[in-house]
Structure formats: structure tokens, C-alpha cells
């Protein structure tokens, strides 16, 4: 890892950093809305801030924040993953995912006894690529069907976000009028990235992601959930980051 990335307190971002985050997001997005882009780091809890070490110029950065839901009448808690870019030129570098695996781990820890998912929604496959490499159980997936008890959680959880635009039959959240999408050669998909089977199957269940569709996923978060790679990424057990 390059860079070096931190866990913040939504609320104490100051405007300049602010700034700095939209700036990213209008390189990498066509129709970022500068309102938009406010009301959805106002609903997030956290901020993971990638940064170079050295200049603490903004690299990167996830909104991240809690979801409370109730499905076939159990209660849910899920870790959802907003608005979420790395620049183009940093591409690889895994500082964000180590510290998004330490705060996943803390948030388990302190719900030892909560149905907890990490709720995640992709409007390009790069972010889609993310799960089978982090996580062993995800859906929706390739190779196996979504279980008849995961579906109407995925489904909870989406309503709950966007009431308006889930399509539950699909299972992606439909482009709205202020919805963004990924600027041309971002994450194109191509021929030979299609021989990837994820890659191929997101793209045959999202074909709209090039409009800004986003396919609706989810995966248990457990510890024996995570690979073997993902704890690589995260690294020796750390020190429980602060989470309230």
C-alpha cells in the first residue's frame, strides 16, 4: 500500500476536504450533482479518506453507514457502502479495502449477536469484482442461486434506500433523473474482460450499468466469511477501530 487511508466521522469533513471529494467524483462520473453528492455524505456515518501520505492530497474515499431494516419479521443490521472512488492513477493499491475490512470486523465484534450484511450496490463491475475476492458467500452470483431467505433481505434493504427506483424483479436500482454513471474508459467492459465469469455474469444482470444501473448484492458478514485474501488486505488483527 501506497497511500494511507483513515476512518472519519462524516460530520467533521470540512468544506476543502469536501471539495476535494466532489472534484474526485465529477473526474470519474458523468451527471454528478453537487447537491446530490451533499445529501448522500449527509446520510453516512463514516468516511474512509485515502490520501497520499506525503501531500495528503485526497486519492479516495467511501461513505459508509448502518442500515436497520426488518425481513420476514427478523431484525437486519447492514454495513452500506455509498458513494465510493479510488483515482484512476491508484488503481490497485489496497488502503482502502484494508481499512473498510478493519472497520467490517469492528462492526461485528460489537454486534456479536445482530444478522449483519454488507449491503452493497455496483454500478461497475470493478466494484462487483470486489466480492468473491473478499468474501466466500455472496449473491447475487455465477455459480449459485440467491437462497430463498437472502431475497427478501436484499430486497429490505433496497426498498429502504430507494423506494422509487428498486426494480426487485431485476434486482437493480433503475437510473433516475440525478443519477450518475462512470465516465467512458473508467471501467468499460471489454472482450476479454467478459472471460472473467463475474465480470460476464454482472454485466448480463446489469446491462443497464453503462446508463448508471446498479445491481443490488449482499454477502454475511461473519469473520469465517471473509477469504483468506481478504485477511491478507486487512492484515494481523488490529487494534478495534472506534465505531460509535
Known amino acids: 500500500m501506497r497511500l494511507f487511508a483513515q476512518l472519519v466521522t462524516a460530520t467533521d469533513i470540512p ?8 472534484a ?6 458523468v451527471n454528478v450533482q453537487r447537491s446530490t453528492f451533499e445529501a448522500d455524505l449527509m446520510e453516512k456515518r463514516w468516511v474512509i479518506e485515502v490520501s497520499d501520505p506525503v501531500t495528503g492530497r485526497l486519492c479516495g474515499f ?10 420476514l419479521g427478523r431484525p437486519i443490521k447492514a ?14 493499491d489496497q488502503a482502502l479495502a484494508h481499512v473498510w475490512g478493519r472497520l467490517a470486523l469492528s462492526l461485528i465484534d460489537a454486534h456479536p449477536d445482530a444478522e449483519f450484511y454488507w449491503f452493497l450496490i455496483s454500478k461497475g463491475y470493478k466494484t462487483y469484482r470486489f466480492l468473491p475476492v473478499f468474501f466466500r458467500e455472496f449473491y447475487p452470483r455465477h455459480d ?13 434493504l433496497s426498498v429502504s434506500i430507494y423506494p422509487d427506483e428498486y426494480d426487485s424483479s431485476a434486482g437493480v436500482i433503475r437510473t433516475g433523473p440525478s443519477q ?8 468499460d467492459v471489454t472482450p476479454e474482460r467478459l472471460r472473467d465469469p463475474h465480470v460476464h455474469y454482472f454485466n448480463a444482470r446489469n446491462p443497464g450499468h453503462v446508463r448508471g444501473d446498479e445491481l443490488c448484492c449482499l454477502t454475511p458478514l461473519t469473520r ?21
Open 79 to 92: 454495513l452500506f457502502s455509498g458513494d465510493t472512488i479510488i483515482g484512476r492513477e491508484h488503481w490497485g
Open 144 to 156: 449459485a442461486p440467491t437462497p430463498d431467505g437472502m431475497r427478501p433481505v436484499l430486497d429490505a
Open 62 to 71: 467511501s461513505t459508509q453507514t448502518i442500515l436497520e431494516v426488518e425481513a
Open 15 to 22: 468544506p476543502d476536504r469536501r471539495d476535494e471529494m466532489f
Open 180 to 187: 450518475y454513471r462512470l465516465r467512458p474508459d473508467v471501467a
Open 24 to 29: 474526485l467524483m465529477d473526474r470519474h462520473y
Open 224 to 244: 469465517t466469511n471473509f477469504t483468506r485474501a481478504a485477511y491478507r488486505v486487512i492484515g494481523p488483527e488490529p487494534a478495534a477501530l472506534v465505531v460509535s
